[in-house]
């Protein structure tokens, strides 16, 4: 897996919080889920209703092979979610060997794990052997993660059988003419099927209610798997990094200017060296013996200047002389060599290290050019003085409130143009920054409508908590509900909002 291709915002969630991204998930790709649930199910079922041709036994075994069916939905999943697009074939060809691994474990030992929905990635995208996996889905229910797929199942499991009777009941309920029903006798009716039709639509109901639920379970299974691996393996950081290290990326101007020194280093290196040669010839006395015939005379009119003591070496004079000899050479080679190095390397060195310590001034410059221009603009402006918590707070809470202030006007105008949503949204964004603000309720991420009112009911006046408790009920009935609520009342709650913003101050 790469994170860096996720299609989702990664940050850390509760348990709860992922079902709740992981119901996004099946809404928003629930047409391909239930399209390649329909694929891969219906000619399982067709074989096995034309094999057994008793509807209760066809209905038991492909419940009890339910873990089979969820499989390609969770490999479409693991592909969408990292931006790869799958098609049919490639489905196909993916479940001919997926299909097969563990399926007596799946069917058998692991056929009643709660935790299914969020173990199946595990042996199906990650393939590792037993005792790895055991110890992988040991870290990941760590954290109370298994209750959560727990509880997953458990209510997956009963929202398929409230589907499955009001499927079954539907035509019934639609019909006109049964106006007075015996719940009783229908229950006896269902249980004792006698036609055809009436024992295979139970099983049919049951079938399309998975099918309907499937999606859901899935995503959600696969959003508390991919929540644990992000806080084991750190992906948020991870991503923060490779962001950060893309940010550093420098633009061509910049590089053709931090490599301009280098370029420029050699010519000025010579430059140096033959004005030092220069310098150095120029420099030499007039009467300096430049061979060494001249040198030999010079030293021998000295001799004989100067009495000097004579010294008889009766043994080895060759090999002595050889050494004087030698011994006079070497250092004046060495000396020309090192005072030659010397020269060279010390121009050098003071061009590079000032061409380094410019390349990196620049770089630290451009790549901190914003926080300088921030850090420049807060010292040329004047501060303001001290103030307590208390006037801090204050303060904040008017700069919120002029923040929001104009909501009312806003949302008027969305209402005006059909937005119903749009409106009430914003209203309710506004109500909990001031609340936040103004009463320090502190408000959880992630929590629920009903939660925020429990909350801050106790620490509202009695017109601020209708006001709210109003707004909460006109969201809830058009986010979730989807219902056309009257416009009305929804112009009401904007005219009201300047008021509800002062009471509060």
């Avoid at 015939?293 to 009119?301: C, D, G, N, R, W």
């Amino acid at each position: 897996m790469q994170p860096d291709k996720l299609l989702l915002a990664l940050r850390p969630r509760s348990h709860w919080e992922a079902l709740d991204q992981g119901m996004v998930i099946g809404r928003h790709w629930f047409w391909p889920l239930l399209a390649y649930w329909l694929l891969t199910t219906l000619p399982a079922l067709l074989l096995l209703a034309l094999l057994l041709r008793d509807p209760f036994w066809v209905t038991l075994i492909f419940w009890w092979m339910l873990p089979l069916w969820e499989r390609p939905l969770l490999f479409v999943l693991s592909r969408r979610v990292f931006d790869e697009q799958c098609t049919i074939a490639g489905v196909w060809r993916a479940m001919r060997g997926m299909q097969w691994r563990e399926m007596f474990y799946a069917l058998t030992i692991r056929r009643f794990n709660p935790a299914r929905s969020m173990d199946a990635p595990v042996a199906l995208l990650e393939r590792p052997d037993r005792v790895a996996r055991r110890q992988r889905e040991y870290h990941l229910h760590d954290d109370d993660a298994g209750s959560a797929a727990f509880w997953l199942t458990l209510v997956g499991a009963h929202v398929v059988g409230f589907l499955s009777y009001l499927l079954l009941l539907l035509p019934l309920l639609l019909n006109p003419a049964v106006s007075d029903m015996d719940w009783l006798q229908l229950m006896r009716q269902l249980a004792r099927p006698d036609g055809v039709w009436q024992q295979i639509w139970p099983g049919l109901c049951y079938y399309l209610a998975m099918g309907m639920v499937a999606p859901f379970y899935v995503a959600s299974g696969f959003s508390l798997y991919l929540n644990r691996r992000m806080a084991l393996e750190g992906w948020d950081i991870e991503i923060a990094f490779r962001r950060l290290r893309s940010s550093w990326r420098l633009p061509p101007q910049l590089l053709l200017t931090l490599l301009l020194p280098m370029l420029l280093a050699p010519m000025l290196m010579w430059s140096a060296f033959d004005a030092t040669a220069a310098n150095a010839a120029t420099n030499l006395p007039a009467n300096l013996p430049m061979d060494r015939y001249t040198v030999a005379q010079e030293i021998e009119q000295i001799n004989r200047q100067v009495p000097v003591r004579q010294f008889v070496s009766f043994s080895y004079p060759i090999v002595l002389k050889a050494w004087f000899e030698e011994d006079d050479d070497e250092p004046d080679g060495d000396k020309s060599w090192f005072f030659w190095l010397s020269e060279v390397l010390l121009p050098m060195g003071r061009w590079l290290l000032l061409g380094v310590f410019l390349s990196l001034l620049a770089v630290l410059l451009w790549r901190y050019r914003q926080r300088i221009g921030n850090q420049v603009r807060n010292v040329l402006t004047p501060l303001a003085p001290a103030i307590n918590d208390e006037q801090a707070a204050r303060q904040r809470a008017s700069a919120v409130a002029r923040a929001w202030v104009d909501s009312g006007e806003q949302a008027l105008q969305l209402l005006q143009q059909g937005e119903q949503r749009a409106a009430l949204a914003l209203l309710y964004r506004g109500a909990l920054a001031l609340i936040h603000v103004h009463l320090a309720a502190p408000l959880p991420p992630g929590c629920s409508e009903g939660e925020c009112l429990l909350l801050v009911d106790h620490r509202l006046p009695v017109a601020q908590r209708d006001y709210l408790h109003q707004l909460v009920q006109s969201w809830l009935a058009v986010a979730y509900g989807g219902a056309e609520i009257d416009s009305q009342a929804i112009t009401t709650l904007c005219l009201a909002w300047r008021a509800q913003i002062a009471a509060l101050e």
